[in-house]
């Protein structure tokens, strides 16, 4: 196990015989039309915690990603004719493969994005339970019929699936973030097209994988990984028989794929960054807190759209608040994720680790104080130290920029309608975490913050049960819940004459 002042391993040759037998368990190939699909290009996946080439996969043309449109476009009809009791069972199938083989899918989930092992077996489970969530939703769509207020007709309302689905997927959750489309595409009776990020194609190779051998039928899930994602996905997005584009990842792509997608008029659901405050209010349970504050920091290795971005404390209890999160996590072990009990693995890429750096340093030259960590570790591999900041003013720029690192930056604040100005001083409005232990405040305070979500005296706010989502720049739409269904509905009414 390294600690912060260890370097990281210097050999990017050694590869264990289990590391290389998961890797090599997992298909390289496009998967289009319920077959694998070789192509000339190759496409590399590295391991962030060495930089060693892991393997290669496919590498998508454009004509690769219109086949996968086709495949998906000719399944339709058929799959959304399926009863739903059958597609509820494939993917309740597919969300006990997924349990069965966790072990393997979470090491090449490491292997290729660096999370600690315990986050990935946490992550397959995640997915999987999506996948078993919305295989209990396929059976329950309901209609309506109802007399028409003016007397004489009946109106009569059902819902449909969209029809074929674009699914584009970031590498932070590169499992979950699939499941989380997937399972309400198919449970709603629509086939897709899936881009997963091109620096962690495997685990949806995988997933795609599982979901074939769980019955999924040729076609209705169709997988191009690609290293050029704007020449293969916007002919698809502007291609009429695409009927919805899912998409999670940065608001400025997110952006783009809008525009895109005004062109067609296209449905769209766009789960995007975020900026989350985390308030703790000098009545809260600090010890609770500071847990909350790890979990919402830390999750990740801090690269979560629902990290912990700018942390206000209440200045009575600031101090000894900063002093207990910065025991926490000095705590934490630094290394590679395969090490048992590692925390701080590496970030995905070289570039991750130069924003983080950056941010730092910034924040550090305007007046934050260092309580930890701050400055990059040598070595091969992406690794930057687990890091508290203190008095971070709010002219730095990571409090208007996504850290995407294990850094935990402090802020005092005087009052609770400061907190709350300060909170939502920011475009995004994915999640918000408030620590009080006054209940009229919280409520009061969670109503007052402009988020899709609030993790009130809790630091991790994702369920596939509840319904996942932001406002502002943060996205359209939700995902898992109740309503997670009804991104791939669409509600059809027919008028009847008596
Ligand atoms: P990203 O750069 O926006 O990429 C996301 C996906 O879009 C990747 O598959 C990427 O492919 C693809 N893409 C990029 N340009 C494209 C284009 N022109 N046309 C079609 N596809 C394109 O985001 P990321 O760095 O992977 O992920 C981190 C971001 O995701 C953060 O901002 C995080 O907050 C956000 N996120 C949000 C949620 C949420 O639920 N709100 C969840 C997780 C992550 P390549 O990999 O080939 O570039």
Same mark, same amino acid.
């Given at each position: 196990m390294l600690t912060e002042t260890d370097t990281v391993p210097t050999d990017p040759e050694t590869v264990d015989s289990a590391q290389r037998e998961a890797i090599d368990s997992v298909p390289k190939g496009l998967f289009i039309g319920g077959t694998w699909r070789d192509t000339a290009g190759a496409l590399p996946v590295t391991d962030p915690a060495t930089g060693?080439?892991?393997?290669?996969?496919?590498?998508?043309?454009?004509?690769d990603g219109l086949d996968a449109?086709?495949?998906?476009?000719?399944?339709?009809?058929?799959?959304?004719?399926?009863?739903?009791?059958?597609?509820?069972?494939?993917?309740?199938?597919?969300?006990?493969?997924?349990?069965?083989?966790?072990?393997?899918?979470?090491?090449?989930?490491?292997?290729?994005?660096?999370?600690?092992?315990?986050?990935?077996r946490g992550e397959v489970a995640y997915a999987a339970e999506f996948l078993r969530w919305f295989a209990e939703e396929a059976v329950r769509l309901d209609g309506g019929y109802m007399p028409s207020p003016t007397g004489g007709s009946r109106f009569l309302v059902t819902r449909q699936p969209v029809g074929p689905s674009l699914l584009i997927t970031p590498w932070n959750f590169p499992m979950a973030m699939g499941a989380r489309k997937i399972g309400p595409a198919l449970a709603?009776?629509?086939?897709?097209? !899936?881009?997963?990020?091109?620096?962690?194609?495997?685990?949806?190779?995988?997933?795609?994988? !599982?979901?074939?051998?769980?019955?999924?039928?040729a076609g209705v899930v169709n997988v191009v990984t690609t290293a050029d994602p704007g020449a293969v996905m916007t002919p698809l997005i502007l291609d009429e028989r695409s009927r919805k584009l899912s998409f999670t990842g940065s608001t400025a792509v997110g952006k783009h794929l809008l525009e895109l997608c005004a062109?067609?008029?296209?449905?769209?659901?766009?789960?995007?960054?975020?900026?989350?405050?985390?308030?703790?209010?000098d009545d809260a349970d600090l010890d609770a807190a500071v847990d909350g504050a790890m979990a919402a920091k830390m999750r990740n290795i801090g690269q979560a759209c629902t990290a912990a971005n700018r942390i206000l404390v209440q200045r009575g209890v600031a101090e000894e608040f900063?002093?207990?999160?910065?025991?926490?996590?000095?705590?934490?072990?630094?290394?590679?994720?395969?090490?048992?009990?590692?925390?701080?693995?590496?970030?995905?890429?070289?570039?991750?680790?130069?924003?983080?750096?950056?941010?730092?340093?910034?924040?550090?030259?305007?007046?934050?104080?260092?309580?930890?960590?701050?400055?990059?570790?040598?070595g091969p591999g992406n690794f930057y130290p687990a890091t508290v900041l203190a008095d971070v003013p709010d002219e730095a720029a990571l409090c208007h920029t996504e850290i995407f690192g294990p850094v935990a930056a402090l802020a005092a604040f005087d009052t609770e309608a400061e907190a709350v100005a300060r909170?939502?001083?920011?475009?995004?409005?994915?999640?918000?975490?408030?620590?009080?232990?006054?209940?009229?405040?919280?409520?009061?305070?969670?109503?007052?913050?402009?988020?899709?979500?609030?993790?009130?005296?809790?630091?991790?706010?994702?369920?596939?049960?509840?319904?996942?989502?932001?406002?502002?720049?943060?996205?359209?739409?939700?995902?898992?819940?109740?309503?997670?269904?009804?991104?791939f509905l669409e509600t059809k009414y027919i008028g009847v004459q008596l």
């Open positions: 060693r080439l892991l393997c290669e996969v496919a590498d998508a043309t454009p004509e449109l086709t495949a998906a476009t000719a399944a339709q009809a058929e799959w959304a004719r399926t009863p739903a009791r059958e597609r509820s069972d494939i993917l309740m199938r597919a969300h006990r493969l997924l349990l069965t083989d966790v072990e393997r899918l979470a090491l090449v989930m490491t292997l290729e994005m660096g999370k600690p092992l315990a986050e990935a709603a009776g629509c086939t897709c097209v !899936v881009k997963p990020a091109e620096q962690t194609p495997l685990s949806m190779l995988a997933l795609a994988a !599982v979901l074939h051998g769980a019955g999924v039928p062109r067609t008029v296209m449905r769209t659901s766009m789960e995007l960054g975020g900026n989350a405050p985390f308030l703790v209010f900063a002093r207990k999160l910065t025991a926490r996590m000095a705590a934490l072990p630094m290394g590679p994720g395969t090490e048992p009990g590692a925390v701080v693995g590496p970030l995905i890429d070289a570039d991750a680790v130069a924003k983080v750096t950056e941010l730092v340093a910034d924040a550090r030259a305007r007046g934050a104080t260092a309580l930890l960590g701050g400055d990059p570790v040598d909170a939502n001083d920011t475009p995004y409005g994915l999640v918000a975490y408030v620590y009080t232990e006054n209940l009229r405040r919280g409520l009061r305070v969670c109503e007052a913050l402009e988020t899709g979500m609030v993790g009130l005296n809790q630091g991790v706010v994702s369920n596939p049960a509840a319904p996942f989502g932001g406002v502002k720049e943060s996205g359209l739409g939700r995902e898992g819940g109740l309503t997670g269904i009804d991104e």
